[in-house]
């Protein structure tokens, strides 16, 4: 039922910043865990944030916890992750997920948005 449509991919220098969006249409929204998965060229989806449904959980990959920040308004229905001192290596498709279950290291959300492109350039 619910449809996820990410938004705010694009080019940025290694260092830079960059806030992702996700739009949901459910109206059951603030129900549920969101997350953010991503996939480079050559490479499977890895795990990137997560938030529980209150926003009083986050959970992050390594790689990303010192960088990342992952918020939610569910007033308004929407996701960010918030993407500070990018590197070349954060270049890939990222994707919003979202699920009524809790958040754990198998989490296997039902509902994905299309992608959206980011490109960190050295």
């Known amino acids: 039922q619910v449809q996820l449509v990410e938004s705010g991919g694009g080019l940025v220098q290694a260092g830079g910043s960059l806030r992702l969006s996700c739009a949901a249409s459910g109206r059951t929204f603030s129900t549920y865990t969101m997350g953010w998965f991503r996939q480079a060229p050559g490479k499977e989806r890895e795990f990137v944030a997560a938030?529980?449904?209150?926003?009083?959980?986050?959970y992050y990959a390594d790689s990303m916890k010192d960088r990342f920040s992952i918020s939610r308004d569910n007033a308004k229905n929407l996701a960010y992750l918030q993407m500070n001192s990018l590197k070349p290596e954060d270049t890939a498709v990222y994707y919003c997920?979202?699920?009524?279950?809790?958040?754990?290291?198998?989490?296997?959300?039902?509902?994905w948005g299309q992608g959206t492109q980011v490109t960190v350039s050295s």
């Open positions: 938030i529980s449904w209150s926003g009083g959980s986050r």
């Open positions: 997920a979202a699920d009524l279950s809790v958040w754990s290291t198998n989490w296997r959300p039902s509902y």
